[in-house]
T-cell receptor
Framework: AQSVTQLDSHVSVSEGTPVLLRCNYS??????LFWYVQHPNKGLQLLLK??????LVKGINGFEAEFKKSETSFHLTKPSAHMSDAAEYFC??????????FGTGTRLQVFP | DTAVSQTPKYLVTQMGNDKSIKCEQN?????MYWYKQDSKKFLKIMFS???????INETVPNRFSPKSPDKAHLNLHINSLELGDSAVYFC???????????????FGNGTRLTVT
């Protein structure tokens, strides 16, 4: 069975410091993986996606994620947080079906 | 020129009522979805339609009935609303049927349903 686990429900950082949002996945075969961001009262927006082309994936707004098969991880990072990054982040696995499996979300707070 | 638009944004109603949420996408996508996000932000798929045909129905009570008049629209009708139906409902669309490599979902901004 496929699943995705976001290891932190809540992450707080200061503006200008690095961001790390952790995600582990479980899949029987090589999955597609996504990170989505949800700002308050908004729908989800795709940040980046992994589709087996390159293990380091760059997304929008300076975010990137690295696919590590040996660790079954797909952590999201950003070198320097901005106030506008405060949002809910979802790690998502796509196991070759029509159903995306969403993680439970990580709420990122950014303090000035 | 919103890509996926859903109406209304907020919906407050009493138990037992029937309500509908409308969704339209102008991206030319083949597949549309309804997701439910609970109070803990957990997102779960309810339905998906590909070219007006139902392809996913995730053990949703039959009080929920999706209707797709054409591939650009997927409406959600809910009969006999219950307190537990309170949630945010998201419409989404994608280019290829389902969640294949190059077809991420495009989401609407959600409809917050409150049943009192």
């Amino acid at each position: 069975a496929q699943s995705v686990t976001q290891l932190d429900s809540h992450v707080s950082v200061s503006e200008g410091t690095p961001v790390l949002l952790r995600c582990n996945y479980s899949s029987s075969y090589s999955p597609s993986l996504f990170w989505y961001v949800q700002h308050p009262n908004k729908g989800l927006q795709l940040l980046l996606k992994y589709t087996s082309a390159a293990t380091l994936v760059k997304g929008i707004n300076g975010f990137e994620a690295e696919f590590k098969k040996s660790e079954t991880s797909f952590h999201l990072t950003k070198p320097s947080a901005h106030m506008s990054d405060a949002a809910e982040y979802f790690c998502v696995v796509s196991p070759y079906t029509d159903k995306l499996i969403f993680g439970t979300g990580t709420r990122l707070q950014v303090f000035p | 020129d919103t890509a996926v638009s859903q109406t209304p944004k907020y919906l407050v109603t009493q138990m037992g009522n029937d309500k509908s949420i409308k969704c339209e996408q102008n991206l030319g996508h083949d597949t549309m979805y309804w997701y439910k996000q609970d109070s803990k932000k957990f997102l779960k798929i309810m339905f998906s339609y590909n070219n007006k045909e139902l392809i996913i129905n995730e053990t949703v009570p039959n009080r929920f009935s999706p209707k797709s008049p054409d591939k650009a629209h997927l409406n959600l009708h809910i009969n006999s609303l219950e307190l537990g139906d309170s949630a945010v409902y998201f419409c989404a669309s994608s280019q290829v049927g389902g969640s294949s490599y190059n077809s991420p979902l495009h989401f609407g901004n959600g409809t917050r349903l409150t049943v009192t």
